[in-house]
């Protein structure tokens, strides 16, 4: 990470209680404010769209949280979906169970918005990036095997690319930081686009790279 430069400008808030989320922006040397984030999440509507979806739910956090002090705060949403039907988090064990069965052998999509709200000019605008994901063809005992030896419950479709081997995940196509909840091409461009730092010395894409490496490292 060391031939990576960032001049940061504006310290923002960050809306968030994901550790992983936490952990790669500090891995990026930047400055924020780790605000309390609101428990509530809006649940999907009717006929409305993952990517939609997402968007709202990122947005929401984004606005809802106890910042008083920062200009922007940042916020994200992961969803897992198969086709058009949204997995959130599993409220237990039970429901983890019934999510990883149902994405067993099989393709879906995960989907991570970034909002950032202004508060001077009361504004919120979002980015969103898709990932496929092919899951392992595993058995109930290895599904009920993997619940009880992984913390599953904070985590959108049950599971996470993170745990490496033990992992659910055959194989991936797209960004692994999406998948893990924050892509970070994404996150230096808005932070850009709002001058909350300047143009990096490296692309995006490298970025993405470098961030992977170094905590694949770790």
Same mark, same amino acid.
């Given at each position: 990470? &060391?031939?990576?430069?960032?001049?940061?400008?504006?310290?923002?808030?960050? #809306?968030?209680?994901?550790?992983?989320? =936490?952990?790669?922006?500090?891995?990026?040397?930047?400055?924020?404010?780790?605000?309390? #984030?609101?428990?509530?999440?809006?649940?999907?509507?009717?006929?409305?769209?993952?990517?939609?979806?997402?968007?709202?739910?990122?947005?929401?956090?984004?606005? &809802?949280?106890?910042?008083?002090?920062?200009?922007?705060?940042? #916020? #994200?949403?992961?969803?897992?979906?198969?086709?058009?039907?949204?997995?959130?988090?599993?409220?237990?064990?039970?429901?983890?169970?019934?999510?990883?069965?149902?994405? &067993?052998?099989?393709?879906?999509?995960? =989907?991570?918005?970034?909002?950032?709200?202004?508060?001077? &000019?009361?504004?919120?605008?979002?980015?969103?990036?898709?990932?496929?994901?092919?899951?392992?063809?595993?058995?109930?005992?290895?599904?009920?095997?993997?619940?009880?030896?992984?913390?599953?419950?904070?985590?959108?479709?049950?599971?996470?690319?993170?745990?490496?081997?033990?992992?659910?995940?055959?194989?991936?196509?797209?960004?692994?930081?999406?998948?893990?909840?924050?892509?970070?091409?994404?996150?230096?461009?808005?932070?850009?686009?709002?001058?909350? =730092?300047?143009?990096?010395?490296?692309?995006?894409?490298?970025?993405?790279?470098?961030?992977?490496?170094?905590?694949?490292?770790?």
């Amino acid at each position: 990470m &060391n031939n990576i430069h960032i001049n940061q400008n504006i310290i923002f808030g960050l #809306a968030s209680k994901s550790l992983r989320r =936490i952990e790669i922006i500090k891995s990026l040397g930047l400055s924020f404010n780790l605000l309390d #984030a609101t428990d509530e999440e809006p649940i999907p509507l009717i006929n409305e769209s993952p990517i939609a979806y997402s968007i709202r739910a990122s947005e929401f956090k984004a606005i &809802n949280n106890n910042n008083i002090i920062n200009e922007f705060v940042i #916020a #994200a949403d992961t969803i897992v979906c198969q086709e058009n039907k949204i997995f959130g988090k599993p409220y237990d064990n039970e429901e983890a169970s019934k999510i990883l069965l149902e994405l &067993n052998n099989k393709n879906h999509s995960v =989907i991570t918005t970034i909002s950032i709200f202004s508060r001077k &000019n009361k504004s919120v605008s979002s980015m969103t990036k898709i990932s496929d994901v092919k899951f392992e063809n595993w058995n109930k005992s290895q599904i009920i095997n993997y619940i009880n030896n992984n913390n599953v419950l904070d985590k959108a479709g049950a599971y996470a690319i993170q745990d490496e081997k033990h992992s659910p995940v055959k194989k991936f196509i797209g960004c692994k930081l999406n998948i893990i909840g924050l892509p970070v091409c994404n996150l230096i461009e808005i932070l850009t686009e709002n001058k909350i =730092i300047n143009e990096l010395n490296t692309s995006k894409e490298d970025m993405c790279v470098l961030v992977k490496s170094w905590q694949e490292r770790e």
